[in-house]
Nanobody, 125 residues
């Protein structure tokens, strides 16, 4: 059974940085796409970034490109989201997602079968 556990969320001032972690277990993830989504109150769950487990390919939403970096540590079975130059509009619950069939251009939640419980990120102005 695939398990994804996010951590690293918190409260940060605008312009600050946070690094989210997603610890993955239960499978061999070599063929998986791993992604981060976020959901603000009253909004749909939106794509943020994706990476192939090989680490060679990444894809970002326009709203975060140049500010966020997705990466993975295969030895630790962990995917990271380094967030810099944070803005109040980045405030949301951030979710880690995984799927063996998705590619890095899979940007809708229905394309991912496995999800973490989410971690709250709050950016104050």
């Amino acid at each position: 059974q695939v398990q994804l556990v996010e951590s690293g969320g918190g409260l940060v001032q605008a312009g600050g940085s946070l690094r989210l972690s997603c610890a993955a277990s239960g499978r061999t993830f070599s063929n998986y796409a791993m992604a981060w989504f976020r959901q603000a109150p009253g909004n749909e769950r939106d794509f943020v970034a994706a990476i192939r487990w090989s680490g060679r390919s990444t894809h970002y939403a326009d709203s975060v490109r140049g500010r966020f970096t997705i990466s993975r540590d295969a030895a630790k079975n962990t995917v990271y989201l380094q967030m810099s130059s944070l803005k109040p509009e980045d405030t949301a619950v951030y979710y880690c997602a995984a799927d063996p069939r998705a590619g890095i251009y899979a940007v809708t939640p229905r394309e991912y079968d496995y999800w973490g419980q989410g971690t709250q990120v709050t950016v104050s102005s």
